[in-house]
Every structure is written in C-alpha cells, then in structure tokens.
C-alpha cells in the first residue's frame, strides 16, 4: 500500500463513525430546528426564547457551571498533585476518588437526595444534635439556596473524578527532572506548581475544562432527582419539549443553543489557556 494513503486508511473507520452517529444525526437535529410545515423558519427558536422559562433556565444552568467548574478544577488540581506525589497506596487511594465515575448521574441524585430529604441524613443528624425539634422539608421552593447547594454539592461530588483522572495524567507526563533543578535552585512547592507543574499542565487544563463545562451546560438528571421543576435547566426544557409536550423542532432548537453555548465556552477556554509560542518555564 502507498504509504501516503495509510494515514487516510487508518482514519477512515473514525471517520465514518463520526459521519454516521454524529454528522448525520446532527443534520437531522439542524433540519427539524430550522424547518416548519413551510419550509426554512425561525420559529421554534423564536417560540423556545420567548417562553418565560427560557431566561430562568439558561440563567440557572449558566450559575451551576459557573459555581460548579472552578471549584472541581482546584479540588481536581489538588488531588492530582496529592497523588503525584504519594510513594504507596498511590492507586488505592486514586481508585477510591474515582468511584464516582462508575455512579450514573440519576443514581447520584437519588444518593444526594437520601442525604437532603425530610427522612434523610442531614435530618436525622440535626435533629439528634438538637438543632431542630423535628424533620424538615429543605428541597422546596420556600429554600431555593438549598436546593441550589444540593446540586452543586452532587455534580462536585459525582463530576470532579472526570478531571482529576486527566490531570492525573497530564501531571505523569511532566518530567521529573524539572522538579529536581527547581529544587536545587531552591524553589519552594508552591513556586514549582506555579512554574512547572501549570504552564505544562496547559494542554490537560484545556482538555478537563472543556469537556467539563459542555457536560455541566448538559447536567439533567442530578437536578431531576433534586431539584425537579423547581431549578428549571436547558437540558430539562429539552426533555420537556421532546416528551412531555411532543414538540421535536422546539427540542432541536433548544439542543442547538445548548450546542452554541459549548462551543462558545470551548472557544473560550481555548484561548484562555493557549500556549504562547517560544514559550519557556
């Protein structure tokens, strides 16, 4: 075989999946958000932006990212350079942390919601400390913060494994040998993490983050479990318009806004975390 065509080859089964589970389906998704009963038309997105649900769930799935993403990504940090740095029980205690990854987002709102529910832990702990006569009721519309922290605690919990295992992985890569001139020039760990460990962490940085915050434009289930209708999302506006209310093309229009919106973020961080040619530690 030629061997300018074996690159070709050897990408084409990729390829083809791509065309086939994403470009195709997508096209699809674009036609229905698009098109009406006459023809090209604005209308559904035109009918999703100006339902008064439209501002609070975008407004809400924007906060959750914004409260959610940077304090997974200093946890993530943290633990990533606690683990490159431990001598024994390095996978034990890796493997530990992961475990979340194998716990479906449902099944993690259902566990949290054992913890914040009136017959739940949290009750049970506070009313055998005497801070309440009696169980309450947290996860209602009377306590929006709660329920906003119940979240946020859930997709912290379940979500921070996704980035700690990439880091994890960018933090391998670094050469140790860095770490050791630095400690001979008599720079402190904090100096090394500043001047080593991020500016080669970059690339891993771009990679947790993005795949991170188009997954939190995308969470649903957690606040299902939680929340239900009193913390509308995007995502659940999706759900509602595609099986509660049978409207396709105002689902796909949503999909579509959801998908612009993580672009742009991708975009975003992208830039934010480039790295500068010529750049040096």
Known sequence: MNARLLPYVLILPVTLFLCLFFVYPFLLVSKQAFSTGEGFSLDNFRQVTSYWKFPI????????????????????LLMATMVNRMEKGRDLVLYVWTIPLGISDLAAGII?????????????????????????????????????????????????????????????????????????????????????????LRPSLQTALVLRVILAFEVFAVVAALGGTLFPVLMGETYTYQFD?????????????????SIAATLVILRVLRVPKGATI
């Open 57 to 76: 769930s975008l407004r809400n799935t924007l906060l959750l990212a914004a409260a959610v993403v940077p304090i997974q990504l200093a946890l993530a």
């Open 245 to 261: 209310l049978l409207n396709s093309g105002a689902a796909a229009a949503m999909a579509l806004i959801i998908l612009a919106i």
């Open 112 to 200: 949290w919601l054992a913890i914040f529910e009136q017959s739940g832990f949290l009750n049970s702990m506070m009313t055998g400390l005497g801070l309440i006569d009696k169980p309450v009721n947290l996860l209602t519309f009377q306590n929006p913060g709660i329920v906003f922290l119940a979240i946020m605690l859930a997709e912290i919990w379940r979500a921070t494994a996704i980035m700690l295992v990439i880091l994890v992985a960018g933090i391998g890569l670094i050469p140790k040998e860095y770490y050791e001139a630095a400690e001979v020039f008599g720079a402190s760990k904090w100096k090394q993490f500043l001047r080593i460990t991020l500016p080669l």
